[in-house]
């Protein structure tokens, strides 16, 4: 049995991992271990160990660009793993609507397209808080 497999599927098994992942999926962009913990609220142990752990499951791809490393959906050729993908794609939206408008927000601080602000920064409060 292809043990990577059996890896994703237990990586999708915690509900952080799942959530960060349906995240992935839906806002199709790259995010950075900072806007995760933003995000999700989680500490930066937290965040860097579920994506470190979706990565190791062959689930998602990173790259490094400066003090920043951006992980991003890994491309899926095999028809098992697209059904994977798909199976969390189809999850209800309702569970994920506060922590996607967050992304949202949060990746909207990007400039040209990079993270610039780290994790809990003044910017960031401004911007859940309603001020920014």
């Not at 994506?51 to 050729?77: D, F, H, M, N």
């Not at 960031?124 to 808080?129: A, D, H, R």
Request: hydrophobic residues 40%; proline residues 3%; neutral net charge.
């Amino acid at each position: 049995m292809n043990e990577h497999y059996i890896d994703a599927l237990k990586a999708l098994a915690e509900p952080h991992r799942l959530r960060l992942f349906w995240l992935l999926i839906h806002v199709d962009q790259c995010i950075t271990v900072a806007e995760a913990m933003d995000v999700t609220g989680d500490t930066q142990y937290n965040a860097s160990r579920n994506l470190k752990i979706l990565y190791k499951a062959g689930l998602l791809a990173q790259r490094k660009s400066g003090k920043w490393v951006y992980y991003t959906l890994a491309e899926q050729a095999l028809p098992h793993w697209r059904a994977l993908v798909d199976s969390v794609r189809a999850l209800p939206e309702g569970e994920f609507a506060d922590v996607a408008n967050r992304c949202k927000q949060r990746l909207a601080m990007r400039v040209d397209g990079e993270c610039v602000v780290g994790p809990s920064s003044e910017q960031w409060l401004e911007v859940i808080e309603g001020k920014g």
